[in-house]
């Protein structure tokens, strides 16, 4: 099973700074299959990036990812209050399903 | 539209028993397998298991191997997450999700079941 180590734990930053949250993998990831989604507090999650860098239906485009391999990077160019949420990895296309542990992106 | 619509609240006691519900409609329901996902309070999401409800076929992450049981109803468009006997641990929320593949992307989610087992 692959284990995926998201950092930093939680991230403080203000309105208009740019977010980078890291999640590496334990193995290296095929075709970059890689997700993030992001959570607000009393709903399910979103569906925000697939493949590693490809962009879900309706996510603006400040949020972006990147990465390849064991090493993938979720960034938010500059934040909007609405960002400030818990945000989740996941690969694909290895025979099950896990979830990294999450970076809280909060309101410093 | 796509749509997962869950079943509503529940508060159990210890040893009940307990079946929750997660509804599709807006796609064909046998073209695409449903994952359940727990959260407990405060904490982040785990895979629980998924079932294709064209052919049945369970799969079920070994943290929840025996614990739970994952089904279908094709004719009703209905997947379901059951337990024999509560836990006080089994408090927590549980999403449902749609996948195209057993291992792929969430593409769409439930709003979420909450599960609440006090004595």
């Known amino acids: 099973e692959i284990v995926l180590t998201q950092s930093p734990g939680t991230l403080s930053l203000s309105p208009g700074e740019r977010a980078t949250l890291s999640c590496r993998a334990s193995?290296?990831?095929?075709?970059?299959?890689l997700a993030w989604y992001q959570q607000k507090p009393g709903q399910a999650p979103r569906l925000l990036i697939y493949g590693a860098s490809s962009r879900a239906t309706g996510i603006p485009d400040r949020f972006s990812g990147s990465g390849s391999g064991t090493d993938f990077i979720l960034t938010i160019s500059r934040l909007e209050p609405e960002d400030f949420a818990v945000y989740y990895c996941q690969p694909y296309g290895t025979s099950t399903i896990t979830f990294g542990q999450g970076t809280r992106l909060e309101i410093k | 539209e796509v749509q997962l619509v869950q079943s509503g609240a529940e508060v159990k006691k210890p040893g009940e028993s307990l079946k929750i519900s997660c509804q599709g409609s807006?796609?064909?329901?046998?073209?695409?397998?449903i994952g359940w996902v727990r959260q407990m309070p405060g904490k982040g999401l785990e895979w629980m298991g998924i079932?294709?409800?064209?052919?049945?076929?369970?799969r079920y992450s070994p943290s929840f191997q025996g614990q739970v049981t994952i089904s279908a109803d094709k004719s009703i468009f209905t997947a379901y997450l059951q337990w024999g006997s509560l836990k006080a641990s089994d408090t927590a929320m549980y999403y449902c999700?749609?996948?195209?593949?057993?291992?792929?992307?969430?593409?769409?989610w439930g709003q979420g079941t909450l599960v609440t087992v006090s004595s």
């Open positions: 193995q290296s990831l095929s075709s970059n299959y």
């Open positions: 079932i294709n409800p064209g052919d049945s076929d369970t």
């Open positions: 807006g796609y064909r329901f046998t073209s695409y397998w």
């Open positions: 999700a749609r996948l195209p593949h057993y291992d792929s992307i969430i593409e769409y």
